[in-house]
């Protein structure tokens, strides 16, 4: 069945684009795993939107992608029909909800990052691009928000959510290295003001984590160890269930549309 | 037939009002116009081409208000008409238009501040209720029934309310 998978040629900038889309797709696709399950509707509600949030992102990104590819590609192509080695995401996405405490901790991380990422990019050459960090930079503003709320609630507040919230940290906390990582492709793009070096957020990106987790009276670790592996398709066992699920409907029924 | 309508001007005129009927399915009291969404109208001979921009990158309305365009604009006598997306500049609610504002609040929703308030991680709101224009307001949710909308209640008068978040 390898045939039935999209083929893509990932020059640098379509790699670019598709890594980002990923991103956004698969923790949108997470996120969108609480709907109905959530402690209470308020946040049913306010995980689903940033699942959609998230996969709106993600299908403009596709969407560009495959302009920028400009083979026969098409956002539902890119999303459905390429199998685990071939998405690009991040490994911190692709982890499993867990607990309460560990889907916001992701959420946390991630949002933390994508807001200054977004922001910065927003002065791209790259029109598309820009224009799209300038929709999605205003929704990783509330996404940030609602998750640095709950970071503190969590850690601050009992004993039993403290140990959840601070097992989570440690736990996700060496799958962040890969935001940082940039490889010649994108080293590239960032020479010719199309990406912004991710390295520079760092240090910014770090005290919104500080300040948060201060308050939260949770502590980050120190081991600088980071696991890495999703940019090239080199995933978690969990990432292939989740494909599972995602791409049922256009793996069992090729090419159905509604 | 279209070209017995008049003028090029006329025609682009009366495509763009046909247009501006199209209302926004989550929120019908707003039209297209309204809400800044519909940003040009450009005439190809007797084809039209619709230029609309997405409010928030996830909302599943502007399928459905793409759609609502071209039927609204074959009612009016204009075929084969096009909607095309532009993200670029972005959409804001700066852009909802000042008759936009007053009927949100009229149906219910506090329409939504300037955005140079938005930044601010843990930064003070103060929304006034649209029922009784008390500013005594508490906010319930950040995240509401879509993705345009907060969910808030009045300490006044105890009504919640929708409140159209800035963006």
Known sequence: ?258 | MVTALGSTADLRRRAWDAAATVVDPEIPVLTIADLGVLRDVVLDGDRVEIAITPTYSGCPAMNMIALEIEVALERAGFRGSKVHTVLSPAWTTDWISEEGRRKLRAYGIAPPQATSSRRALFGEQAVACPQCSSGNTELLSEFGSTSCKALWRCKACREPFDYFKCH
Not at chain 1, 16 to 33: C, K, N, T, V
Not at chain 1, 83 to 98: A, H, K, T
Not at chain 1, 118 to 127: C, G, H, I, V
Not at chain 1, 167 to 174: E, F, G, T
């Open chain 1, 1 to 258: 069945m390898a045939s039935a998978n999209a083929e893509v040629s990932e020059t640098p900038l379509v790699l670019y684009a598709l890594r980002r889309a990923d991103d956004a797709l698969i923790l949108g696709h997470r996120l969108s795993e609480w709907c109905g399950h959530a402690p209470m509707l308020e946040e049913d509600m306010a995980l689903s939107n940033i699942a959609l949030d998230l996969i709106g992102q993600a299908r403009e990104l596709y969407t560009y992608a495959a302009k920028a590819e400009g083979k026969d590609n098409d956002e539902d192509k890119l999303a459905y029909l390429r199998d685990v080695r071939q998405y690009r995401n991040l490994l911190l996405v692709e982890q499993p909800n867990g607990d309460f405490a560990q889907t916001l901790v992701r959420q946390f991380f991630y949002s933390a990052f994508a807001d200054l990422y977004w922001r910065a990019m927003m002065t791209s050459r790259d029109t598309t691009l820009a224009a799209i960090a300038a929709k999605s930079e205003k929704e990783s503003a509330y996404h940030l928000r609602h998750s640095s709320e709950w970071i503190i609630r969590l850690g601050d507040g009992t004993d039993e959510s403290h140990a959840r919230a601070q097992a989570a940290v440690d736990h996700l906390w060496a799958f962040t290295g890969e935001m940082f990582a940039v490889d010649e492709g994108e080293r590239t793009l960032i020479h010719a003001g199309i990406a912004v070096d991710p390295g520079t957020l760092r240090g910014r990106w770090l005290t919104t984590l500080s300040d948060v987790i201060d308050e939260a009276t949770l502590t980050l670790p120190q081991n600088d160890w980071m696991q890495q592996g999703g940019r090239v398709g080199r995933h978690s066992e969990h990432l292939g269930h989740l494909l599972s699920e995602l791409q049922s409907v256009q793996r069992t029924f090729p090419g159905l549309t509604w």
